[in-house]
């Protein structure tokens, strides 16, 4: 777990949008034995986030009205006839074990951004 990637800039950094945003449903994507797809709450928008965690929890539901941190500006990517923008910023996934959601202390507007 110790190797740490290559050393980047504050610029590289700063070119990463993570936001805090409220999951408000989860859905099964039938076509994915590991895809679901979350509706995400960021206060001025909304968006559908694509995440691999139907095997990696018992009930994907379960994170429904969690909040959690996102990356809001990666390039959309469609997967299963469904179209993802952005990426849930979990704990984890990496290091072999099973992700948790990283979340903020206590509850925080939706939409804060993160850094």
Do not use: C, W
């Not at 993570?18 to 994507?29: K, S």
């Not at 206060?43 to 694509?50: E, M, S």
Request: charge should be negative; hydrophobic fraction near 40%.
């Amino acid at each position: 777990m110790s190797n740490i990637k290559d050393v980047i800039t504050i610029d590289d950094l700063n070119k990463v949008d993570i936001r805090v945003g409220t999951i408000l449903t989860v859905e099964d994507i039938e076509k994915s034995d590991k895809m679901v797809k979350l509706s995400v709450d960021f206060g001025d928008f909304h968006r559908t986030i694509l995440v691999g965690m139907k095997n990696e929890r018992e009930n994907p539901k379960e994170i429904e009205g969690m909040q959690a941190l996102f990356v809001v500006n990666l390039a959309p990517r469609k997967m299963f006839g469904e179209v993802s923008e952005g990426m849930l910023f979990d704990i984890g996934y990496d290091d072999g074990i099973v992700p948790v959601l990283s979340i903020p202390e206590k509850e925080v507007p939706n939409g804060v951004k993160a850094g």
